[in-house]
Every structure is written in C-alpha cells, then in structure tokens.
C-alpha cells in the first residue's frame, strides 16, 4: 500500500539535476535573476495530470537503469567560468542616470535663488550701461579752463574720443604719482623784480658731489665755481634748485651754497617731482612758469624725459679739482639772458648733442670776426674805438682801446661789474644777515614743535618743514 508513494517520490528525486538547476547560470547570476524551469519535453505530462493519474493508474516501479540513468537533455552552452565571475562583489547600477519621476531641485528653483539671478543679471546690466556713458562722458570734448587746469596746450592735448577718454581716466589714478603741489612756483613778481628767465639747477653730481670713506663717513664737496655761477647768473635768471633729494637731506647742503637766501629764489626736492618706474622726473607743467622761458640744467637725462626739450645735460662731476665746467657754461646762458630770444627752445635744439662751451665760443668767436670786419668797412666808427661819446669829451686823453666791443661784451661787462657790488655789499651787511637768518631758524623751531597738524601733514603725504611754494622766497633781496 506505501511502495507506491515511496516509488513515486523517489522517481521525482531522480529527475536530472540539468532540468531542475541549470549550471548555466554563475553565481552573480544567481544574485540577480531567478532560475527558469525546465520544460519537459513530454506535452502530456503535467503535475497535475500525474496527480489524477496516481490513484486510478498505478504505475509500475521503475527500473534501476531507469533511476540510475536519466533522460537527457540538452544543456545551453555557457562560457568558461573564470575566478571573476566567481566573484560575489558587484557594482550597484549609478542611481544618478535614474529617474524616479518626482521634480528634480535643478528644475524648480527657490524664490530667493530665482531673485538673486534676477538681481544678478539686473547688476550686470547696470554695470554695462555705466560703463558705456561713462566711456561717452569721459570722450567728451575739452572744456574750457580744463587744458590748464590740466596743464596740456591745444597742441598736445589729445583730439580723438579715445585721446580724451584715456587721458581723464588715467588722471584718476595719478594722486601718488603727481607733485605735492598742484604749483611748484607761486606767481611772478611784479617787474622790475621777476627775472625773464628761469633757471633750476639740479644739485647732485652737477653743484655737489657726495663721497664716503671710513674714516669722514659722508663728505659733501662744492663744484669748482659754483658760487660764482650761482652769483653772476641770478642777475639774468630766477634760480632755482630742483634736486631729486628729499628736503631733510638737500636744505643742509643748499644753505651751504646760499646762506641768506640771497641769489637762490626757491628751493625744489623730491617732493616736487613725478614719480614713475624709471625714477624721480622733473614735470616742468607743474611749474606755473611759461616753458619758453624755462632752462633745466640737469646731470641725469633720466631726470629730464618730461621736457628734454627744454633740458641742457651737462657731464656728471665726480669731485676732480680742477674742474672747469660751470664756468665754461657761464658765457653761453649768459647770452640768452643779455639778447632775450623769445623762446629758448629752439637755441637749445641747435646745440643739442654738441659740447655747448665749445660750440658756443666758435659761434662768439666768428661773431667778433665778423663785427669788426663790419667795423673796418664803416671806418673804423663802431662802437668803442673812433666812436665819439660823452665820455671822450671830459676825458683825461688817455688812449681808448683800438679793439672796439660788441653789444654782448659791453652787456657782460656790466654784469661782472654788478656782481662785484653785491658781494660788497653782502660783505659789509653780514652781520645783519646772520642776525636775519638766526632769528628765522629759531621761528622755524618754534612752529615745528610738537605740532599735532605737524604729524597729520606728515600722514597725508606733505611732508613737514617743507614750505609751500612762495613760503622761502628771499625777502632781503631788492634789486632791481
């Protein structure tokens, strides 16, 4: 009664292992996809069929050839398994390509993120239209007043829009790199007391050299004739000292040549000066002189790009005692001063590149050739000998010279006696003039210190002790 259930449960055991799990399938597989049933071959077998069966049709025990030997089947070919694929570490799929069909955040912005695009993009927008009107506002043509408040002549100031919108634009930019003071120079004074020329004269390497041993430390030595070329031309020009030198270390040195302040008109030091990359540059438009009557008397061409035209760069002195290069320098800006050409300018232009003493005295030297040649074919009747003068009338009869002078000879004649009255004169008033000078020292003490505006000057960059421009103008200088 019980073999049956035995017999037939034994048979299901017997079915092929190929049938009931396919070994196509690898491990990894089998983690991720179910394994498919065999179908039988037979149609007609079913579970269900077997199981209606079983109780009307007993079937017979099988054979041991027929447990012990399967039908077969034909197996799916599968590849070789490799260590790999026997490997039970997978990668998840990216979840990042997967869509889960909810809104993502990158397509729904916030209030506050879509007002800070909209602010965004209105800032933008703003800063494009400034600029455009600040471009056309800066092209503008030049107004009136404007070419002198920023020192430029129809000539060279920029004509183009582009011109004008670069040059008021990088104006902006400049506070650091421009002088102290707007003016170098106050006004001219009335005549007869304002030269018609002026003169700055550079002090390093040009009026004094400065040399350094062991021994002295720093030593500061006066150019050979330096007094006397300071003295005799401050009848002709407006000296002034204008030195690449900050105040502190140049009004020593300049006091030594000047003492009273009675020769030099102004004193000019690194203040006074445009910064660049290059170095300190002497800008001659800040220095409220007209520039055809302006000589710069420099060392260092470096010092002179500004206006080279208007510069005479003279061999650098290195302390050699015999050296005779201010005076040699003398009779040549001594001309302009006695003949008053309306624009120095141009007589620098035609020395430029030459030895200026030298060329100069050829030039003076043919002159005098030719004014007595000129002389010789009127007469002898010239201005000198032959000529009848008031002074020959009351005369004692001594012989007048038989080489008669020039314009410009009589000129410097009158000049070196005019320099020989001031020294007399500063000679007998000395002491007045040291009494004068000690007592501004001790009012330029007493100003200085402890001055709380002192310190602030100091901090906006006017630097103290400095006077402003008119503030050292000679006082006890009234000639004529």
């Known amino acids: 009664m019980h073999s049956l259930p035995l017999l037939t449960r034994a048979a299901r055991r017997a079915v092929p292992v190929s049938q009931s799990l396919p070994f196509a399938y690898t491990f990894r597989g089998l983690a991720s996809k179910p394994p498919h049933e065999t179908t039988p071959k037979n149609p007609s077998y079913s579970p269900d069929s077997q199981s209606q069966r079983e109780p009307s049709q007993p079937t017979s025990p099988p054979s041991s050839q027929t447990a012990e030997k399967p039908e077969s089947t034909t197996a799916p070919e599968t590849a070789p398994l490799s260590p790999a694929s026997l490997s039970l570490d997978f990668a998840p799929p990216d979840a990042s390509t997967e869509r889960t069909g909810a809104r993502s955040s990158k397509d729904s912005l916030s209030s506050i993120e879509r007002k800070r695009r909209v602010m965004a993009r209105f800032g933008v927008g703003m800063f494009a239209v400034t600029l455009v009107a600040g471009g056309i506002w800066l092209g503008r043509d030049w107004e009136e007043g404007e070419l002198k408040e920023r020192r430029l002549t129809p000539e060279n100031a920029p004509s183009t829009r582009w011109g004008r919108t670069t040059q008021r634009f990088t104006s902006m930019f400049d ?41 002295h430390g720093w030593r500061t030595a006066k150019r050979p004739g330096v007094d006397y070329f300071i003295a005799y031309l401050s009848q002709f020009y407006e000296i002034v000292i204008f030195t690449t030198q900050y105040y ?3 009004y020593p040195v300049i006091d030594k040549l000047d003492p009273y302040m009675f020769f030099v008109s102004y004193r000019l030091t690194r203040e006074a000066t445009r910064s660049t990359d290059s170095g300190p540059v002497k800008d001659l438009s800040y220095l409220n002189r007209p520039l055809d009557r302006v000589i710069l008397l420099d060392a260092h061409p470096e010092h002179t790009s500004a206006h080279p035209e208007n510069a005479i760069i003279m061999k650098p002195w290195k302390g050699e005692a015999r050296d005779r290069g201010l005076i040699e320098m003398i009779p040549f800006l001594e001309s302009i001063g006695i003949f008053k050409p309306p624009d120095v300018r141009p007589v620098l ?4 590149g030459k030895d200026i003493p030298k060329e100069y005295a050829k030039r003076e030297a043919e002159g005098k050739k030719q004014f007595l040649e000129n002389v010789k074919a009127r007469g002898g009747v010239g201005m000198g000998g032959g000529a009848l003068t008031l002074s020959s009338l009351f005369s004692s009869g001594a012989k007048a010279s038989s080489v008669p002078e020039t314009y410009l000879e009589a000129k410097r004649r009158e000049a070196q006696a005019w320099y020989l009255e001031e020294q007399k004169f500063l000679s007998e008033h000395k002491d007045e003039f040291e ?43 009234s000639r004529a």
């Open 435 to 477: 009494q004068q000078k000690k007592e501004n020292e001790e009012a330029a003490m007493r100003e200085m210190s402890g001055s709380l505006w002192t310190t602030v000057g100091t901090l906006m960059g006017v630097p103290p002790g400095v006077p402003a421009p008119g503030q050292n103008a000679p006082e006890a200088r």
């Open 175 to 215: 506070y650091f790199s421009k002088p102290a003071w707007s003016e170098l120079l106050p006004p001219p004074l009335p005549p007869p007391h304002q030269r018609p020329y002026t003169l700055l004269i550079s002090l390093d390497d040009l009026l004094v050299t400065s040399t350094w041993d062991r021994q």
């Open 349 to 352: 232009k035609a020395y430029e």
């Open 248 to 250: 502190y270390t140049a």
